[in-house]
């Protein structure tokens, strides 16, 4: 919980220096902005964590992203399908590529680092061949389902700022946090999770199935990759098969390990993917808002992960010198 | 050197004095959790070989290690020529004519002989590009010194394990290293390779180099030493000078005390077959049958490679297995993995705790439950209160020395992250217990702890099959030894028939006869 903490005195440090240096920024407007982006990339961090978690990475999440948007779009829009069978079908299609990925990484042991590669390749190519690589929009209908992706059912009153509506996706995302915390920190799975990705010959002999885990973890990365990618696409509307979602499985990885995550393995809470999140989104607002250089964009965002990543790492040494200590007084 | 040999009267008599290249004095060194040295000290003369003796986690390693500038000690003076040094790399070591040959050896197994001889020394030619041709004929004259028939062009990957080790030596006398350790050199040679090593240490001695030897293998070091010091929990525990060196007077310093003391005397009187195994056979393996009954101790005796870990592991379901039956209780069970075999009332203790054993990042808590971790289950949620209580009543139950259940257990002591291993497992009630090297790398008051507890889960009706390569332990602990040689079963002793010769008879196959 001490690194949670941590990063969460980085996100309210970044908050504060911005609203001081433009009050603009807690407009309700921003704000509300600032959640609904948090909320659809949230989603992917969450899978991308998981995934770290185990001691893997998964590059495909922008192209699964972008296929499950583009299909979906193409599904409803261009073929008229009805939206609830068209979502079944792309979060299917996602579950069938997180299986699939998980199968190669497991059973035949290749490097998860290559098969999320070609994956990403790979599903990148798909979405923009069935699509001739034409833009796929729901046009005006369906407005109620994308109203899922913008709207905001809720506000609540901040005083001083006014009401700040709260959008659909950060809500999503809050649920599947608390979903996604209850699993790993209470579950048998989760602990099981947690253990693999430290030691997984251990975590065999210990009489775990630790394969079917990592391919389970494989599946929860990419149908929360397609699930993100459908509410993008409902959110713009206009998915373009060629860029619908890339590089964003860097930002997922980037707010996973920003929020804890060691690519060694076995560490990293939900919290700390979501906080991790924020940060990256307020970083690219803040960077808007203060007139900073839009060119100095990735440099500015790079230059904090790579400090925050940094401090983390001090304050885990000074953590584990202490723990020795402990014993030894014992 | 040169300085203080012209420096004249005084270093000159004490350097006489001492005759010595090498002291150590008082040198400490601790680890999270373990004080690895506590004022230990050695002396070393020219051309001498010293055999280093002790248990595993005795301190020979960590001493060894620091000689060689891998580590540094916390205080403690060394003196090369009666100077005092700081070893602060493995450079200077180098530099100071200091190599160490390691237990696992550090060669780049993808490059030839000569690449790794001159591995970060490298002759150049235009400042930047390699020298093959002067490296491969200095290379060739080193091999040809230490006695192996090999091109230096020849990759490391495909050489035995003697040959292996022979290039780390010439690897050390490349540099002109005048004191070469040696840890654990042995292992992993076959007789011929072990009696070429021998040779060569006695060639080396002709030229003034001296030899710390660092080995458990009792007979080996009565061949090579000039003179034996023992370490015992990181300290001095005595030493024998060449006439004195004998079985009985290392085993006595080594352990502190006599065997008798050590092994709990047990009678055991069970009938009942509890694990029955037959034409078991592992990958890579020859088909064995045996049988453990309930209560019973059996250990697995063999040479490093003899097959026994795969064995287990196979029995356990941890590697695939070709064909066989076992039984538990009389009754087949399927074993497919570690899953089924837990299904079936079967326990593994690894050979490796912190490979295999335990997840060191993890609470002592969250180890102790791994294996049975739907005990606690309830709700599709770990029921943590449950989980706590439990694991108070293990901890307690088992002595198991930690701050609290969510200490991290790789802070604990080796004694007690084997004794979270031991208890993780035993706490599932199993009927029959595989040990892979039980007491590897913990104190001597640990070990006790844990054949304490081994004989009383036999006394409980449990059927234990113990691997273990210390002679004293599988001699102590067993009712009956299995003696594998080769990847199959080469014979059976009884408890009366169990003596050292006997199972190293059998464990070297034909070899021996």
Redesign the interface.
Known sequence: MNRVRGILVLLIAVIVFSSVINPQFLLAYNLQNILRWTGLFGILSIGAGLVIITGGIDLSIGSVVGIAGTTMAMWVGATGMSPGIAFLLAIGLSVGIGFAQGLLITKLRLQPFIVTLCGLLILRGVSRYVTGDATQGFGSKHLWLRNLASESPISIPIPGIGPIAIPWPFILLIILAIIAG?FLN???YG??L??LG??E?????????TQAIIIATYVISATLAGFGGILFALDINSVQPSGHGEFYELYAIAAAVLGGCSLRG??GTILGMVIGTAIIRVLYNAINVLGIATQLEYAVIGAVILLGVIADELVRRMG?RR??K????? | MASQESSGGKWNRKWKLTNSILQVIDISK?F??VKALDKVSLTLSPGETLAVIGENGAGKSTLMKILAGEQQPDSGTILLDGAAVQIDSVRTAAEKGIALIHQELNLAENLDIAANIFLGHEARQMGVLLNRQSMNVETEELLKRIGLDRSPKMVVESLSPGEKQMVEIAKALRSDARILIMDEPSSSLSQHETDRLYELIADLKQHGVSVIYISHRLGEVSRVADRVVALRDGKNAGELPKEGITHGAMVKLMVGRELGEIFPARVHEGEKPMLEVRDFEVAGGRPVSFAVRAGEIVGLAGLVGAGRTELVRGL?G?DPVRCGEIRIDGKPVQVR???D???SGIA?V?EDRK????????AVR?NLT??G??H??TA???D?KKERESCKGIVEKYGI???SLD??VQ??SGGNQQKVVLA?WLSLSPKVLLLDEPTRGVDVGAKQEIYRLIEQLADQGVATLMISSEMQEILGMSDRILVMWNRGLAGELSRAEATEEAVMFLATGKEAA
Not at chain 2, 355 to 362: A, K, N, Y
């Open positions: 209850i209470r579950s048998v602990r099981h947690l253990a430290r030691n010959e251990a975590t065999r002999i210990s009489g775990v199935n076995g560490e584990a723990a020795a402990r014993v030894e007084a014992q | 601790n999270p959790g356990f941890v993995s570690p899953k075999a837990i299904r593994l690894p490979l295999q054993g335990l997840i060191l990042e993890m969250e791994m294996a971790l739907d606690y289950e599709l949620l770990i943590r020395r930690t701050p200490q991290q802070y604990l993780k």
